[in-house]
């Protein structure tokens, strides 16, 4: 019921103190029936929205619509009413808030609606061709119990746009999908995300089934490209953790053709998954319909990450170029490909024995174009392009600690070429690295992030010793103990007006960095 912020330069924050849990609610109970579509719509640029507690997204305020906490919309509202929006949004940041939506039971969602949403960044296929959203930073906020998307980010009207959009450090817990990136309508793209240590966890209620992260498309010549899914810990799903879906089709809508994801970076993630005869880890499918022209998904990279599941005959990877058809009984489904996908320096292990990599199913699989230096279980891999199998042993497989003991067959047995600088807690990888997600024996380094509030100036934030530079990278990791100095530079007719969370005043500010 609040009417959309439209004004650029702003700054919406509740009161909270230096470490304080949010104390301004947006409670959607309070919203008169069938009104409700979004607590919260953004349609303005350079807008910061903060320490923030969202509630009662509950579908069955509004039956015939999708409910949603927060929404980054350009064009017009996705509830579909004719708020006049901008074509082009850009540097909208979310952090520090909580969406919490315990407190009331909520049903699976379905594909005819309604449903329940986190944060709603693009458009919806009910606007105007040709809209672009770029720099959304959705960072440090904590998502719970949303039965569909927490964190979606789509492009579904012709033409449009998602570039940029950073998705950093958040808490997801019982959520349908944590985190999706999707694409509709004609030539939509969404490029460029990043997807950064976050810590994904699966329901413990029975209420809601949850996966994991999901890039899928049902568009005409859409596009997710350069997507990077870096340092998150993924556990106790009951779906697959990372999906890569390049085409998929619903007998109800229109039926995709042509779309692409290319150039994803799957690096130093860490996957528990514990589920029996389903694709419980990473999961490629280039289609499940025919097509002209026909889908694909190309240039995949997995390298140091650590996937493990204690069931029976998971499946820890698992590529398909055509799915089953998802009309029953219909004709086989053809021509979809996957291409140049890189499985490198990781670990995919299952204590059972049995393999984790799937190389027969109901449809035809592939196995990786390069599938080298990875310890796999089961059978079949040792002494191939650098394989090795057997035990990693871990410092505490039961109790979810993926570190590597001393006794480990993981040690030094990396390929140089391909692999990250620094594992799972920022630490220093050595010349010759290890595989999996965690360095034996290497020292975390902390990392510091930035937040820069624009309010109708401009300018950038430094660091000394070098790492951030904010605007552009606003992240950075520095060795323990190190004193990092921070100077905020305003552009000429800007002005700076303080620091908060740590420094105070307008002078530089001095950090020292004790621990990751």
């Not at 996957?271 to 999961?283: E, H, K, V």
């Not at 594992?423 to 965690?438: L, S």
Request: hydrophobic letters at 35%; aromatic letters at 6%.
């Amino acid at each position: 019921d609040l009417p959309p912020i439209k004004r650029d330069h702003l700054v919406l924050e509740g009161i909270a103190p230096n470490g304080s849990p949010a104390r301004v609610t947006l409670d959607g109970r309070r919203a008169r029936m069938g009104r409700l579509g979004d607590l919260l719509l953004v349609q303005a640029s350079e807008v910061t929205v903060r320490w923030l507690r969202f509630t009662g997204v509950d579908e069955m305020l509004n039956p015939k619509s999708n409910i949603t906490a927060l929404s980054v919309e350009e064009g017009h509202a996705n509830t579909g009413s004719p708020w006049p929006a901008s074509k082009l949004i850009a540097n909208v940041q979310i952090v520090d808030d909580v969406f919490d939506n315990r407190g009331f039971t909520l049903p699976a969602a379905k594909a005819s609606g309604p449903a329940a949403d986190g944060v709603w960044v693009g458009t919806d296929g009910l606007g105007p061709a040709d809209t672009h959203v770029s720099g959304i930073t959705i960072a440090r906020n904590t998502f719970r119990n949303y039965n569909n998307d927490a964190i979606f980010v789509t492009e579904g009207d012709s033409g449009s746009t998602a570039k940029g959009v950073v998705i950093l450090d958040n808490t997801l817990v019982g959520n349908e999908l944590p985190i999706e990136l999707g694409v509709g309508g004609s030539r939509s793209r969404v490029a460029g995300t990043r997807i950064i240590g976050n810590t994904i966890t699966g329901s413990n209620t029975g209420s809601i089934s949850s996966g994991g992260i999901d890039l899928d498309m049902n568009a005409r010549n859409g596009t997710i490209d350069q997507t990077l899914i870096e340092g998150n810990a993924i556990s106790g799903l009951q779906y697959t953790a990372i999906i890569l879906n390049a085409a998929i089709f619903d007998p109800k809508g229109d039926k995709p053709a042509g779309d692409v994801i290319s150039n994803t970076q799957i690096v130093n993630n860490v996957i528990r998954a514990d589920l029996s005869n389903t694709d419980a880890g990473i999961y490629i499918q280039a289609g499940n319909s025919t097509s002209s022209p026909p889908s694909r998904v190309s240039a995949v990279t997995i390298e140091n990450d650590t996937l493990v599941d204690d069931q029976p005959w998971s499946q820890l990877f698992d590529a398909v170029p055509n799915g089953l058809g998802a009309v029953p009984n219909g004709p086989a489904v053809s021509g979809n490909q996957i291409t140049d996908v890189i499985l490198r320096n990781s670990i995919l292990y299952n204590s059972s024995g049995t393999s984790p990599l799937v190389i027969a199913g109901a449809v035809p699989n592939q196995l990786p174009d390069v599938l080298t230096n990875s310890l796999i279980s089961g059978p079949g891999w040792a002494g191939q392009n650098g394989n090795i199998s057997g035990d990693p042993k871990f410092v505490d497989d039961a109790g979810g600690d993926y570190h590597l003991t001393a006794a480990s067959p993981a040690i030094n047995a990396g390929a140089t070429i391909g692999a990250p600088g620094y594992d799972f807690d920022g630490a220093w990888r050595d010349a010759q690295p290890d595989i999996g997600a965690f360095e034996f024996g290497a020292v975390p380094r902390p990392l510091l992030s930035v937040i820069a509030e624009q309010l109708g100036g401009s300018g950038t934030v430094t660091s000394s010793p070098a790492g951030i530079n904010c605007g552009t990278t606003c992240s950075a990791r520095f060795d323990p103990n190190t004193t990092v100095t921070l100077t905020a530079t305003p552009d000429k007719g800007s002005r700076f007006l303080g620091w908060s969370n740590g420094c105070t005043g307008t002078a530089r500010c001095t950090i020292t960095l004790n621990s990751a």
